[in-house]
């Protein structure tokens, strides 16, 4: 599929020459952003989408997922457990613009989660997006588990990043909840205070270069 061709086939448009009037024609629907949030991770099924996106209805998640598979945004893989869903490769690149709306929302979290829902699968975009410009030399790894969800938080040279890593577990692990890992992100929370709201293994000294490497 051509991206610099493909028109949106949805029923509304700004109807301006613009990209992004015509970015938003694709991607500013509701609930579009944040089916590309929970897809950022990796691929998922159906069922986990709905499941992770509490309040969206099925037929709205459904035609959702079609038109995102029509501009190219999406790609449906089959697998051995089923059908999933995946981001192609310009769908991925949503990336950093969401990343940059992340932080400029950071303020918007400052009453605390409340009732609201805070699976630990999105920090996988918070947490890039709130030490952007953190560097560090040699690199960082550092696990962070949040209600049984393990991912890997790392910056290098090229800034921080975030990933599941399966097959591999990096030696420091911080185990927390998730609003104390974005408050310890965001600068809301010392280290001290994140270690007696949370659980260590591993060396401090890895935690403590995570959260106070040098900005570029």
Same mark, same amino acid.
């Given at each position: 599929?051509?991206?610099?061709?493909?028109?949106?086939?949805?029923?509304?448009?700004?109807?301006?020459?613009?990209?992004?009037?015509?970015?938003?024609?694709?991607?500013?629907?509701?609930?579009?952003?944040?089916?590309?949030?929970?897809?950022?991770?990796?691929?998922? *099924?159906?069922?986990?989408?709905?499941?992770?996106?509490?309040?969206?209805?099925?037929?709205?998640?459904?035609?959702?997922?079609?038109?995102?598979?029509?501009?190219?945004?999406?790609?449906?893989?089959?697998?051995?457990?089923?059908?999933?869903?995946?981001?192609?490769?310009?769908?991925?690149?949503?990336?950093?613009?969401?990343?940059?709306?992340?932080?400029?929302?950071?303020?918007?979290?400052?009453?605390?989660?409340?009732?609201?829902?805070?699976?630990?699968?999105? !920090?996988?975009?918070?947490?890039?997006?709130?030490? *952007?410009?953190?560097?560090?030399?040699?690199?960082?790894?550092?696990?962070?588990?949040?209600?049984?969800? !393990?991912?890997? !938080?790392?910056?290098?040279?090229?800034?921080?990043?975030?990933?599941?890593?399966?097959?591999?577990?990096?030696?420091?692990?911080?185990?927390?909840?998730?609003?104390?890992?974005?408050?310890?992100?965001?600068?809301?929370?010392?280290?001290?205070?994140?270690?007696?709201?949370?659980?260590?293994?591993?060396?401090?000294?890895?935690?403590?270069?995570?959260?106070?490497?040098?900005?570029?």
């Amino acid at each position: 599929m051509d991206k610099v061709n493909q028109q949106s086939t949805g029923p509304r448009t700004y109807g301006q020459f613009c990209a992004l009037a015509r970015s938003l024609d694709i991607v500013g629907e509701r609930w579009t952003l944040l089916i590309v949030r929970e897809l950022l991770p990796g691929p998922m *099924r159906y069922t986990e989408l709905k499941t992770s996106l509490a309040g969206i209805a099925t037929n709205l998640l459904a035609g959702r997922l079609r038109f995102m598979e029509a501009n190219g945004i999406v790609e449906r893989r089959l697998e051995d457990v089923g059908v999933s869903y995946a981001l192609t490769p310009w769908g991925m690149e949503l990336r950093e613009p969401m990343e940059a709306l992340g932080r400029w929302g950071a303020p918007l979290l400052a009453t605390g989660p409340g009732d609201d829902a805070f699976p630990p699968r999105w !920090l996988i975009l918070a947490l890039p997006a709130l030490l *952007r410009g953190a560097t560090a030399s040699p690199p960082v790894e550092l696990g962070i588990e949040a209600d049984g969800f !393990l991912m890997v !938080l790392r910056i290098d040279e090229e800034g921080p990043s975030a990933f599941v890593r399966p097959d591999a577990k990096p030696e420091t692990i911080f185990t927390a909840a998730p609003d104390v890992v974005v408050g310890l992100a965001a600068g809301g929370v010392t280290i001290d205070q994140a270690l007696a709201l949370g659980n260590l293994e591993g060396d401090e000294r890895v935690l403590e270069a995570m959260f106070a490497a040098e900005a570029g």
